[in-house]
């Protein structure tokens, strides 16, 4: 069994688009760290993933730097096998981290909403001022010591109109792994939609285009969507176990079943399912995991619902205040994401695209891909 753990180094709701320390952040100990990292040895000791958080996590990078030694000790005495992730906006990536990353093999991933006028209007440091040029800097540093790391990108409904444009400029840049999230809890209106609309088929030209020239690229939504058309009736949306195969630690050691739900790692207590030092309680964790698992009413009735991104519990949280219940924003990106990328995917198979065939129909390309690369 394969366990996530979601370690929240360093907590801030402002802390993820600036880099300067804070007033009033909530930050972990060395202490809470220890014991989180034995609690996590009771979970999966033959496999756990742990990921740090912020805020800004690399503002305690001397704790990042502690629990990859504690948990080498670990491995080393009770055989405990662990792998490591990090989001980061990368303000304070240098080359001692990454050096530190290649060796432990920590797997590094960037903030980056695309070209200037995308990343500044929702990117600033304390003074006001827009991280495009340092965050530039921090990509290009990233890819050369991981050239297959991956750029997250955040959509907002005043960016959205830099959308194509910041996929290409991060593809260009460098990128492989591009994975583009919405922010479902933004302001959207008819206007934002009708932009989001035009966005999408210029990026289904352009997913077109680079397939059919054989590039090697990974963007999300796209692919899981395409997933999703080929197997039909086959294909089983994700859904979202909360507490069951990951957790999330805040700052003082609340367990909490996702990490949409540390905030401040102080205020939300009402959604925690326990604490390292004691381990889950038991009621609060089925709680939630019950929660997770009923849908929508209205999702029920759709021809969508299959393939629908509707059963994410913490998403659904986040936006309307209830686990089942799905925004109308979400709803209607879906609806004008499926027919789109359906198109793209039906004409790259008709003309038996070799990358296409490849990424989609061989279960063996991603380890084919990474051998090819390494040679």
């Not at 299959?306 to 949280?317: K, M, P």
Request: aromatic share 12%.
């Amino acid at each position: 069994m394969h366990f996530t753990l979601h370690v929240t180094a360093d907590c801030n709701m402002r802390c993820s688009y600036c880099y300067s320390p804070l007033k009033n952040r909530s930050e972990m100990s060395d202490e809470t760290l220890s014991n989180t990292l034995d609690f996590a040895s009771t979970l999966s000791p033959e496999n756990t993933g742990i990921i740090f958080f912020g805020g800004e996590p690399l503002l305690k990078r001397k704790l990042i730097e502690y629990a990859v030694d504690e948990c080498k000790k670990r491995k080393d005495k009770h055989g405990y096998n662990y792998h490591f992730k990090i989001t980061t906006n990368g303000m304070l990536l240098d080359d001692c981290f990454l050096e530190f990353a290649e060796v432990n093999r920590v797997i590094v991933a960037l903030s980056f909403d695309g070209v200037k006028n995308a990343h500044d209007a929702c990117r600033s440091d304390l003074a006001g001022s827009g991280t495009f040029e340092k965050t530039k800097e921090a990509a290009i540093l990233l890819l050369k010591y991981q050239p297959f790391a991956s750029v997250l990108m955040t959509l907002n409904p005043e960016t959205i109109e830099y959308y194509f444009e910041s996929v290409e400029f991060l593809h260009k840049l460098g990128f492989r792994y591009i994975i583009a999230s919405m922010n479902y809890a933004g302001s959207w209106q008819d206007k934002h939609l009708k932009v989001l609309k035009r966005e999408y088929k210029k990026l289904a030209a352009w997913y077109e285009r680079s397939t059919i020239a054989e590039k090697k690229f990974y963007f999300s939504p796209f692919e899981m969507k395409i997933a999703s058309h080929i197997k039909g009736e086959e294909y089983k949306c994700f859904r979202c176990a909360l507490g069951k195969k990951q957790v999330s630690i805040g700052p003082d050691g609340t367990i909490y079943p996702c990490v949409q739900f540390v905030k401040d790692g102080i205020s939300n207590k009402d959604y925690s399912i326990g604490h390292v030092k004691t381990g889950f309680d038991g009621n609060k964790r089925n709680k939630f995991y019950k929660l997770s698992q009923k849908t929508d009413d209205e999702c029920e009735k759709c021809a969508l619902k299959v393939r629908c991104n509707n059963s994410c519990s913490c998403l659904n949280w986040q936006t309307t205040g209830k686990f089942h219940k799905v925004s109308d924003f979400l709803c209607e990106h879906e609806r004008i994401l499926f027919p789109i990328v359906d198109k793209t995917a039906e004409k790259l198979y008709r003309l038996k695209t070799p990358m296409f065939i490849q990424k989609h129909y061989n279960p063996e390309y991603p380890l084919l891909s990474l051998i090819d690369e390494s040679l």
